[in-house]
């Protein structure tokens, strides 16, 4: 058991550590132009240098809700964490991580609505660039919804003994 628990500890601490990369670093799309590489992210877009991202008026409140997603499921992430610290040791023996699990499962939420949006709204549109694809982060973003979801049930289902 004890084996299973810090499995899920070092997890959760990979989730949180991708969930910080993936909404702090500039490489949800890539593309290569005639100058370089041109990449974009949640907050900047980078073509040799970093200036801020401009969007078109329509697309600024789908991007605001990425931004405000990505952070609300770091947020959640950090606050699962601690929960599960605070529970691994308060709670009797048979008791279960219902708090955590659930913290969890509304982080998994947050970050399928915040990719979901992405997709939705900004795949395949950067401009001056050809041949634009998905950059780390945005898979690391992906692999955050996996890990979040299965940490989420794991924790439902776990029993301290």
């Known amino acids: 058991m004890l084996v299973l628990l810090a499995g899920i500890f070092v997890v959760h601490?990979?989730?949180?550590?991708m969930l910080f990369v993936s909404?702090?670093?500039?490489?949800?799309?890539?593309g290569s132009s005639n100058v370089g590489t041109i990449s974009r992210g949640l907050w900047l877009l980078c073509n040799g240098t970093c200036t801020q991202l401009?969007?078109?008026s329509?697309?600024?409140?789908?991007?605001?809700?990425?931004?405000a997603f990505m952070i609300l499921s770091i947020?959640?992430?950090?606050?699962?964490?601690?929960?599960?610290?605070?529970?691994l040791f308060t709670l009797e023996k048979g008791k279960r991580f219902y708090m955590t699990g659930a913290v969890m499962l509304v982080c998994w939420?947050?970050?399928?609505?915040?990719?979901?949006?992405?997709?939705?709204?900004?795949?395949?549109t950067l401009v001056y660039s050809t041949n634009p694809h998905h950059g780390y982060c945005f898979i690391l973003a992906w692999i955050?919804?996996?890990?979040?979801?299965?940490?989420g049930i794991l924790y439902l289902v776990l029993r301290k003994k």
């Not at 601490?13 to 550590?17: Q, S, W």
């Open 144 to 151: 955050c919804f996996c890990f979040s979801f299965i940490i």
């Open 75 to 87: 947020i959640f992430s950090v606050v699962g964490l601690v929960l599960f610290i605070i529970q």
């Open 109 to 124: 939420m947050c970050i399928l609505i915040a990719v979901s949006i992405y997709t939705a709204r900004f795949t395949g």
């Open 13 to 17: 601490i990979a989730t949180v550590i």
């Open 54 to 56: 401009r969007v078109s």
């Open 23 to 30: 909404t702090i670093a500039n490489v949800w799309m890539v």
């Open 58 to 67: 329509q697309d600024e409140a789908s991007l605001k809700a990425v931004q």
